[in-house]
């Protein structure tokens, strides 16, 4: 591959990492942050070179740092993904709802996983944190919880 071509391709992925609909952060060992996309600017209102170099714990007071670490221990160590489902956690980052109108939640809940990002020498020196607004089908499963209790208290008696 010429170093064109590798060049095009390295732009293709990086403008796919900013533009896609999910937020990607990369952290290091230390959770300093090396990428923090579109998603993450636009739902955070933090840009990226602002949080640059920055700890998350200090772009995000709201993570509990000792819980964060044990999530990603595995992940630097074993070199194996992590997962936050919005049903053991809602959010990790306190996005607002950006559905005002139509949506019934005060903030997103979200899916997250944490990834390795191996080197060239098989290291892993930095992982990926991936947030997926999940907030749709927390909404649909809570209405649905809801109706489920509704209709068991009103349920008929059996004769």
């Not at 937020?23 to 739902?43: A, P, Q, T, Y």
Request: proline residues 3%; charged residues 25%; contains cysteine.
């Amino acid at each position: 591959m010429s170093q064109n071509s590798e060049m095009l391709q390295m732009h293709w992925l990086m403008d796919m990492v900013q533009s896609v609909d999910v937020g990607i952060v990369v952290l290091d060992r230390e959770c300093k942050i090396h990428v923090w996309n579109d998603f993450m600017e636009s739902h955070s209102g933090l840009l990226a070179n602002s949080v640059k170099e920055q700890t998350l714990f200090a772009v995000n007071k709201d993570i509990d740092k000792e819980w964060f670490l044990r999530k990603t221990k595995p992940v630097f160590d074993l070199k194996v993904r992590t997962f936050i489902t919005w049903e053991q956690r809602p959010y990790l980052f306190k996005f607002p709802n950006y559905r005002p109108i139509t949506g019934t939640e005060d903030f997103m809940y979200q899916n997250v996983v944490i990834s390795a990002l191996t080197s060239a020498t098989g290291a892993v020196d930095y992982l990926s944190v991936m947030i997926y607004d999940t907030t749709d089908k927390a909404i649909a499963k809570k209405q649905l919880e809801a109706l489920q209790v509704h209709m068991a208290e009103n349920a008929l008696p059996v004769r």
